[in-house]
């Protein structure tokens, strides 16, 4: 399929590396926070959330953490594969409203 | 599996014509999204439906039309007055506002 990461931010990394991803966001009013994975012609997977009661949130190899006084958050993949590889997608929500902001994404090349 | 059907894959649209963009969701969600997808670029919100025969207009909403008479279809026509409709388009559907989107994997529309 097409690739929807042209032009997009890039981060390459070695198979087995920790990888780290980061999105800012500008609304302070945001409240809940998520992580979407895109493989090429596919839709976003959801990955991970984080409402902003907490800091960090841990899943199966990734983490996110939240900075809500610079407005930061991070995705964290540990021992990065290459079926990782993919357009990595923060979104932000805020007073309980249903339509998220996205932000534009960075690409993740993952080299064996 | 419950998810989020998308169909066709793959669409072309001559000039001057309308075409419908089909998204089905068995997830029993009440809200439904449309989103326009272009290379390097986030998430640009079309439509979405909060509930059955409701809907709003997102930022880019000039060009296209939806219906939102079933619970679980929520169709995206494309109109002739949609001057650039070349784009990949992604449908998603949530519980409610403070739960992750979930998205099908997208129907690529191009101009012949």
């Known amino acids: 399929g097409e690739s929807v990461g042209l032009h997009l931010p890039t981060l390459s990394v070695q198979e087995g590396d920790n990888s780290i991803i980061n999105c800012a966001y500008s609304n302070s009013a945001s409240d809940y926070f998520i992580w979407y994975k895109q493989e090429s012609g596919k839709g976003p997977q959801f990955i991970i959330d984080?409402?902003?009661?907490?800091d960090k949130r841990q899943g199966q190899r990734v983490t996110v953490l939240l900075n809500k006084t610079v407005k930061h958050l991070s995705l964290q993949i540990a021992a990065t594969q290459p079926g990782d590889s993919a357009v990595y997608f923060c979104?932000?929500?805020?007073?309980?409203?249903?339509?998220?902001?996205f932000g534009r994404g960075t690409s993740l090349i993952v080299h064996p | 599996d419950g998810g989020i059907t998308q169909s066709p894959k793959y669409l072309f649209r001559k000039e001057g014509q309308n075409v419908t963009l089909s998204c089905e969701q068995n997830l029993n969600h009440d809200a439904m999204y449309w989103y326009r997808q272009d290379p390097g670029q986030g998430l640009r919100l079309i439509y979405y439906?909060?509930?059955?025969?409701?809907?709003q207009k997102g930022d880019i909403a000039e060009g296209y039309s939806v219906s939102r008479e079933k619970k679980e279809s929520f169709p995206l026509t494309v109109t002739s007055a949609q001057k650039n409709p070349t784009a990949f388009y992604l449908c998603a559907s949530s519980i409610m506002s403070n739960q992750p989107q979930h998205f099908g994997d997208g129907t690529r529309l191009s101009i012949l």
């Open positions: 439906s909060q509930i059955v025969n409701d809907f």
């Open positions: 984080i409402r902003s009661n907490m």
């Open positions: 979104a932000e929500r805020s007073g309980g409203s249903y339509i998220p902001t």
